[in-house]
């Protein structure tokens, strides 16, 4: 690949990433996947007392229902147990097959538990940040106070593995910065400012006719 295309995909990938620093919450907000290293990111978070539940949404998507033998919700929660989080702890919602389903099903589960949590800190793979964050303040039905969004500190080069190889980080990638662009339209995320070299950036991999 040549490097100024690789150049452009880390623009992209920086993008996606807010930078929000972790503050104490009501609630850790994992947003499922099949990416088992952001059950083991939020029970660090855990661990070091930002929040005393951590809520874990998602049932089968499209790469976890060949995956998983479980949910991820399920998955998840054997890692964050693993890891040291309590059961008394985790709250799952087992059935969210989408970012929007997270965050509605969500909270019905937090209703059905009988919580009211207004601070959250929110989970999810790194060049889902901002699509997470997007969705959860459009779509979240109650009230709250904060949502910050945060993901494993994982580069580009760092993320892929051998279930998660390059080809699919790309290809997620960019399917990512598509959503965020797009589904603003559609009454799924709020808007976000896009600039210019993050679009060039896109419009450039997309040249090459490889993702």
Request: net charge negative; glycine share 6%; charged share 25%.
């Amino acid at each position: 690949m040549p490097s100024r295309i690789y150049k452009h995909l880390e623009t992209l990938w920086d993008y996606h990433q807010l930078g929000h620093a972790p503050q104490p919450s009501d609630c850790i907000f994992i947003l499922g996947s099949n990416d088992v290293r952001v059950a083991e990111y939020a029970a660090a978070l855990y661990r070091q007392g930002f929040a005393p539940y951590v809520m874990v949404s998602g049932g089968f998507g499209r790469f976890t229902k060949d995956e998983f033998d479980k949910t991820e919700a399920e998955t998840f929660a054997d890692v964050l147990m693993d890891e040291g989080v309590p059961e008394s702890a985790i709250i799952l919602e087992t059935k969210a097959t989408n970012t929007g389903e997270n965050v509605s099903f969500g909270y019905q589960v937090m209703l059905e538990k009988g919580h009211d949590f207004k601070r959250f800190l929110l989970v999810q793979k790194p060049f889902m940040e901002r699509r997470a964050y997007a969705t959860f303040v459009k779509q979240w039905p109650g009230q709250y106070n904060r949502a910050l969004v945060t993901s494993p500190p994982l580069s580009l080069v760092e993320y892929p593995t051998d279930n998660i190889p390059f080809d699919r980080v790309v290809e997620a990638t960019l399917a990512d910065f598509e959503r965020v662009r797009d589904y603003p339209a559609q009454g799924y995320q709020i808007e976000q400012t896009i600039p210019a070299h993050v679009t060039a950036a896109y419009d450039e991999i997309k040249k090459q006719g490889l993702w």
